[in-house]
């Protein structure tokens, strides 16, 4: 099978990396002559980039492998990603599953499917003691305004609960050469924002030698047309003086922060092997405000971890409060086949972890309220990304959505916004005064 009008269709599950990687394969599609249409609608080849952090993402990839066959039955149907390639035995027994890769040689995804003949072909290979990063640079990031550059795969991490390790791999960085050709290309493209993205995008540089994720940005800084530079993720523990301190010199920087916390209770935090404490993590959020007076501290929190008493859970709470967190993403624990605390003694019962769910939901919300309101009757610069149903929305550089009503369209235009009142949780509406322009 090759090109000449062949249809293709991607569905991606999961974290942006896998965003990326999709977005990577279907640029290698293209370039060999395939046409990329709908997930929902016929093709002749389905690819899903299947996701392994909780069990739900495992279930979700293989109803999505047996949905794409049912579309057409003679289409070749490759899954790939992370669930792939931690079974990929597992997903070779998938009804309709015609070839598996996992997250090692997709650059060559183009090439397995056109050597395909017939029944199922398991291509997932070790990651083990992968090395070298698989550079698979995107120049279209086609329909956004936001481009997601990938600069690291892997972690060493092993936190207890995380299957990703074992998924991805250890710390793999990018050349930063490769990355700065990739960001200029998209700035050439009339791209205003990058999103600097990895597994665990702290860790970038600790396989190379004297180079850190603080110079990447530094050079990323200079490139011209970029205007705003945002990061994923990042561990606690990275973000030390000198980083803030070099940060805080980099006006592009936007001065929002997702830092993963998982837990306000110590015991709770050692249990996941954490290698932080909360007192550790309230110090970071302190140098952070210090530096940037609007800066948006956002996390990850999992409830009913193993052994999490409703002591554990009030504390972290109240840590969470104490922090004054602006937003919080919670997940209930889900056992991990593979991890060790799927193994752990004192595991929580499923209604117990939904009740702390609501509790620590109705907590974000009541914090991102303090937090928006802190914003109305302020001017803030917003970089517009959508229009529809009347609105134009867009974010802050402290990543505060904004609606501002009206049919003209705004995308990719940064325009001084007066923030007016709260729309919901992490929503805005918002005013442009006359005579407010282009920033």
Not at 134 to 146: A, C, F, L, Q, V
Not at 389 to 412: P, Q, W
Request: aromatic residues 8%; charged residues 30%; contains cysteine.
């Amino acid at each position: 099978m090759t090109g000449n009008g062949k249809k293709v269709a991607f569905l991606t599950l999961g974290c942006k990396v896998n965003m990326y990687d999709t977005e990577a394969m279907t640029e290698l599609f293209l370039q060999k002559g395939y046409d990329i249409v709908d997930f929902e609608g016929f093709a002749d080849i389905y690819i899903i980039n299947t996701c392994t952090v909780t069990n739900f993402g495992d279930k979700k990839s293989r109803q999505m492998i047996r949905r794409a066959k049912r579309k057409n039955p003679l289409a070749i149907v490759v899954a790939t990603g992370c669930y792939a390639q931690v079974a990929g035995d597992e997903v070779a027994e998938i009804d309709g599953v015609n070839i598996v890769i996992g997250t090692k040689s997709r650059k060559e995804v183009v090439e397995i499917v056109e050597n395909y003949k017939d029944g199922v072909v398991n291509a997932v290979s070790s990651i083990k003691n992968l090395k070298e990063f698989e550079n698979t640079p995107i120049e279209s990031n086609k329909g956004r305004t936001r481009a997601y550059v990938k600069i690291q795969d892997g972690c060493n991490r092993y936190c207890t609960y995380c299957i990703i390790p074992y998924a991805r791999g250890n710390v793999r960085s990018r050349d930063k050469e490769d990355i700065l050709k990739e960001v200029k290309v998209l700035a050439e493209k009339g791209f205003k924002e990058v999103v600097l993205t990895g597994i665990h995008v702290a860790s970038y540089g600790l396989d190379k030698e004297n180079i850190g994720l603080a110079d990447v940005v530094e050079a990323v800084h200079d490139i011209e047309g970029i205007e705003r530079i945002r990061f994923s993720s990042m561990e606690p523990k990275a973000v030390t003086e000198e980083f803030v301190e070099r940060m805080k010199a980099l006006p592009k920087v936007c001065d929002h922060y997702h830092l993963s916390l998982q837990s306000g209770c110590n015991e709770t935090l050692k249990r996941m092997n954490r290698r932080y404490t909360a007192e550790e993590y309230l110090e970071v959020c302190e140098r952070l405000r210090a530096a940037f007076p609007n800066v948006a501290i956002t996390t990850d929190i999992i409830v009913g971890f193993p052994g999490e008493s409703e002591e554990d859970f009030k504390e972290c709470v109240d840590f969470a409060q104490k922090v004054h967190l602006d937003k919080i993403h919670v997940f209930p624990y889900s056992p991990k086949k593979g991890t060790p605390a799927a193994k752990f003694q004192n595991q929580i019962k499923n209604e117990i972890k939904s009740e702390r769910s609501r509790k620590l939901i109705d907590t974000s919300d009541e914090l991102n309220r303090n937090f928006l309101s802190r914003f109305i009757g302020k001017t803030m610069p917003v970089l517009f990304e959508t229009t529809s149903d009347g609105y134009n929305a867009g974010h802050t550089s402290n990543y505060i959505k904004v609606l501002v009503k009206g049919s003209e369209d705004l995308n990719n235009k940064i325009i001084p916004v007066k923030i007016t009142s709260i729309a919901e949780p992490e929503v805005v509406y918002g005013v442009i005064e006359e005579g407010d322009g282009e920033g």
